[in-house]
């Protein structure tokens, strides 16, 4: 059963109020000083181990999605820890559950940076949920590092962002699109942030481009009745869907698209919420043909890659898959390894600081981390499902793209960000 809801609608900031009112843990042994907010840290960096947190929904709706993250976290500690640890500390790992709900994953992430002293916080998926813990980060000045794509148009200096941002996966992908001579689109989403968001700038894209955005529909989560939808879809004229539904409605939206004889020659999808991981859930016979818009697949051809699929594979069972949100985890331990070694501390401000160029050779590629909005480089790639269910590219940018959260450098999205 499959649950990809990644994008739901933030939890006003009073829910956490009591949270933050929660006092310090206090300062420990070691780096002790205040940072910028003037929070006071109790990281313990005096003896041979520092600890690090996870935060992913171990349990509810999203439980199918970021156990399999948790999974590649623990891979990169593991590895870390193998040779040698960060400045020759061993990572402790502190794993909490967010249980798939906002408040719970505010609640958990105090508790780590208050009560466990964590140096640095790994996870959360859906925009709730890091929107819910952002306040957190901010105020105790720490850091998060969010592995998952997102509708962009947000920053802090608190959050590392590894997956991709609108510039690095819906914008590429219209324009794929465009170039495949697509000029009419249907616009296919769930009910929440995300897809709301992805289609107000799919929207201005449009109008700039050529393009007209024949339908749009919005369904709420976990929705399985697709017959009108879908009857909308086959006979909107639309030459492509550009798909935002999250969960189990892409397996039901899918079936009903199948079911009226529409294909991926007569009207592709492109989707940007179906992974490897969701595959099968959705079923590889209602997939094969279809189009997917991520930055990392299973089957990409490079060495870092190689070891990467072999490595999971070996910890985690030979029949598994890999992902962009596990990979864009996995590449997130490392860059915050590069960024405390580069700075010589665990301390927040001075990690920020040396933050800027910090590179890895991920499986994905070399990514660069941007100090001015603590996002990263990332190659955009439209992939197409084959009938093993893995994904395979079929065009990818040529270069790294930078990430442009705000879309600052089109002048179609101006007063998008508002």
């Known amino acids: 059963m499959l649950h990809r809801n990644r994008r739901l609608i933030a939890v006003p900031l009073a829910v956490l109020t009591g949270t933050l009112a929660l006092s310090s843990c206090g300062a420990k042994a070691g780096e002790t000083t205040a940072g910028a907010s003037g929070a006071q840290s109790c990281v313990d960096t005096s003896g041979d181990s520092v600890k690090v947190g996870f935060i992913n929904s171990l349990s509810g709706t999203m439980a199918i999605s970021e156990t399999t993250v948790s999974e590649s976290l623990k891979m990169a500690v593991d590895e870390i820890n193998a040779a040698g640890g960060v400045m020759g500390k061993k990572l402790d790992v502190v794993a909490e559950d967010g249980a798939s709900e906002p408040a719970t994953f505010a609640e958990?992430?105090?508790?780590?940076?208050?009560?466990?002293?964590?140096?640095?916080?790994?996870?959360?998926?859906?925009?709730?949920?890091?929107?819910?813990?952002?306040?957190?980060?901010?105020?105790?000045?720490?850091?998060?590092?969010?592995?998952?794509?997102?509708?962009?148009?947000?920053?802090?200096?608190?959050?590392?962002?590894?997956?991709?941002?609108?510039?690095?996966?819906?914008?590429?992908?219209?324009?794929?699109?465009?170039?495949?001579?697509?000029?009419?689109?249907?616009?296919?989403?769930?009910?929440?942030?995300?897809?709301?968001?992805?289609?107000?700038?799919?929207?201005?894209?449009a109008k700039a481009n050529g393009m007209t955005?024949?339908?749009?529909e919005y369904t709420p989560l976990g929705s399985t009745d697709f017959t009108t939808i879908a009857n909308k879809v086959a006979s909107s004229g639309a030459d492509a869907v550009f798909n935002t539904l999250n969960g189990d409605s892409n397996v039901a939206f899918f079936?009903?698209?199948?079911?009226?004889?529409?294909?991926?020659?007569?009207?592709?999808?492109?989707?940007?919420?179906?992974?490897?991981?969701?595959?099968?859930?959705?079923?590889?016979?209602?997939?094969?043909?279809?189009?997917?818009?991520?930055?990392?697949?299973?089957?990409?051809d490079t060495p870092a890659n190689t070891k990467f699929v072999a490595d999971f594979k070996a910890?985690?069972?030979?029949?598994?898959?890999?992902?962009?949100?596990?990979?864009?985890?996995?590449?997130?331990?490392?860059?915050?390894?590069?960024?405390?070694?580069?700075?010589?501390?665990?301390?927040?401000?001075?990690?920020?600081?040396?933050?800027?160029?910090?590179?890895?050779?991920?499986?994905?590629?070399?990514?660069?981390?941007?100090?001015?909005?603590?996002?990263?480089?990332?190659t955009p790639r439209i992939g197409q499902v084959d009938s093993t269910g893995l994904i395979n590219t079929v065009w990818s940018a040529p270069e790294p793209v930078e990430p442009d959260p705000?879309?600052?450098?089109?002048?179609?999205?101006?007063?998008?960000?508002g």
């Open 315 to 378: 910890a985690y069972g030979a029949d598994r898959v890999t992902s962009d949100p596990m990979e864009a985890a996995y590449t997130s331990v490392y860059l915050w390894k590069a960024m405390v070694e580069k700075a010589g501390s665990f301390e927040t401000d001075a990690v920020n600081e040396a933050a800027d160029g910090v590179s890895f050779d991920a499986p994905e590629g070399t990514v660069v981390v941007d100090g001015d909005n603590n996002h990263i480089t990332k």
């Open 255 to 300: 079936r009903q698209y199948r079911s009226l004889g529409l294909s991926p020659e007569t009207m592709p999808v492109v989707s940007v919420s179906i992974a490897e991981e969701e595959v099968s859930g959705v079923g590889v016979e209602n997939l094969v043909g279809q189009y997917t818009a991520w930055d990392y697949y299973q089957t990409l």
């Open 213 to 216: 955005v024949v339908g749009e």
């Open 108 to 205: 958990k992430a105090e508790k780590l940076v208050r009560q466990d002293c964590v140096a640095a916080v790994f996870g959360g998926w859906t925009s709730s949920s890091r929107k819910a813990m952002l306040p957190v980060f901010e105020t105790n000045n720490s850091l998060l590092f969010y592995p998952v794509q997102y509708e962009g148009l947000e920053s802090s200096p608190n959050i590392y962002y590894t997956g991709a941002t609108t510039n690095q996966q819906i914008i590429p992908a219209l324009d794929w699109l465009k170039e495949q001579g697509k000029s009419k689109i249907f616009l296919v989403g769930s009910d929440y942030v995300f897809p709301r968001t992805a289609n107000k700038i799919i929207n201005a894209y």
């Open 406 to 417: 705000y879309l600052k450098s089109y002048p179609w999205a101006a007063g998008i960000a």
